[in-house]
């Protein structure tokens, strides 16, 4: 890649100078109470930023939260977000009140070097995510006045062609930051020469989301295998009841053809847990997959595919993985993934986690997270990496 770098910028000198810095703050809070159940993405940015405050830059964050309609969502504010920065830059973050409005302009004019502002969440704007190049260019001009440098460090947002990431590089020099220039560096680890054996592990829950991936990977990989939701239509394509567990009927076709073509890479579930409903204190036991009860639904694969699953794990050199092996976030249904998790952990391989639910998954039980070689912040744009895709974030900077 012709990407510049954030040690390029630095080298450059940027004391006194204005650091307009693109990052993924897109954290988890809680419904009730407001806080932040997750602070993994805010952590990850810290790198980037504590270099260019070291270096008395005059820093301006800005980021998207959630999914609100392209106006103030009071629920999606980054208000939290920049105490829970201010703590662990140890130095308190300034946050304006609108992204690009009074508050944001006497905000960042008044930055000292050395300071870091963060800007309330950019789709409040519709210019941040509009289709109209026009709308979403007069949004992003905007946003470059606050800049004399643009640093993008948010893989998690860099396969969208949203006006922060992939319209305002064209405005100012641009380079990428520490956080994007690794997750780039160890996709490419797996879309090069991966020593092999090449173990890809699959959950979550539909196929249709998966589906692109699973094509690019399956001439590429060793093994293959599917657990979480998503497996239920691949055992429905075995001609399998699979009860009132999640299914896409129209992919069940699609599910035949690549079990039929993957010369047995894939491996399926061989047990699952299955439940009367879905509920954290629902009843629940153990079955074959070929014993799957009509009345009952699948939380979980079993103790059985554990074992399997990671027997090939164990032989791997390169892993991949990519969504949870059941409903993690409920104790009764968190076994599988636990399991395979901690397979990840022990295999001699170099692991790549990708972000999304895993990553949630590993921080929600408990693992030590330097177990793993890494731990992609995007779990979207990792996979759309992996497919070959071109990501407008990644795009950009290389123009």
Not at 217 to 240: H, N, W
Request: hydrophobic share 45%; with cysteine; proline share 5%.
């Amino acid at each position: 890649m012709s990407i510049r770098t954030l040690d390029d910028l630095l080298a450059e000198g940027v004391s006194g100078r204005r650091v307009l810095v693109r990052a993924d703050l897109n954290v988890p809070l809680d419904k009730q109470t407001g806080a932040i159940t997750d602070d993994g993405r805010i952590r990850a940015v810290l790198p980037t930023l504590g270099a260019l405050v070291e270096a008395g830059a005059k820093v301006v964050v800005c980021s998207h939260l959630g999914r609100p309609k392209g106006a103030p969502d009071p629920q999606f504010s980054l208000g939290p977000v920049a105490g829970r920065l201010g703590e662990l830059l140890g130095a308190p973050v300034h946050f304006a009140t609108d992204t690009v409005g009074d508050s944001a302009r006497s905000t960042v004019a008044d930055l000292a070097d050395g300071q870091v502002a963060l800007l309330e969440n950019l789709r409040f704007n519709a210019g941040e995510t509009s289709k109209d190049e026009a709308e979403r260019g007069a949004f992003a001009d905007q946003l470059a006045a606050f800049g004399d440098a643009y640093v993008d460090d948010a893989f998690g947002a860099v396969h969208r062609k949203h006006a922060s990431v992939f319209d305002v590089p064209a405005r100012l020099p641009h380079v990428a930051g520490r956080l994007v220039l690794r997750e780039v560096e160890v996709l490419s680890k797996l879309t090069g020469e991966p020593e092999r054996p090449y173990v890809v592990v699959l959950g979550g829950s539909k196929v249709s989301d998966k589906l692109a991936v699973i094509e690019a990977l399956l001439p590429t990989v060793d093994r293959l295998l599917i657990g979480g939701g998503m497996c239920f239509t691949f055992l429905k394509a075995q001609g399998l009841e699979v009860g009132t567990s999640l299914l896409e009927k129209d992919m069940v076709d699609t599910c035949r053809n690549l079990l039929e073509r993957s010369g047995g890479k894939i491996m399926l579930p061989v047990d699952v847990v299955v439940a009367d409903a879905f509920a954290p204190d629902a009843a629940h036991d153990t079955v074959r997959v070929d014993g799957i009860p009509s009345h009952r639904l699948g939380l979980d694969v079993g103790p059985e595919t554990v074992a399997g699953f990671s027997a090939a794990l164990s032989q791997a050199k390169t892993i991949f993985w990519n969504g949870p092996m059941g409903v993690f976030e409920m104790p009764a249904f968190a076994a599988g993934t636990r399991g395979i998790a901690e397979a990840i952990t022990k295999a001699d391989a170099f692991s790549v986690v990708g972000g999304g639910d895993s990553a949630a998954a590993v921080r929600a039980l408990g693992l030590d997270e330097s177990s793993f070689g890494h731990i992609s912040t995007g779990g979207g744009a990792s996979l759309e990496y992996l497919e070959g895709k071109t990501l407008p974030g990644i795009a950009a900077l290389e123009n």
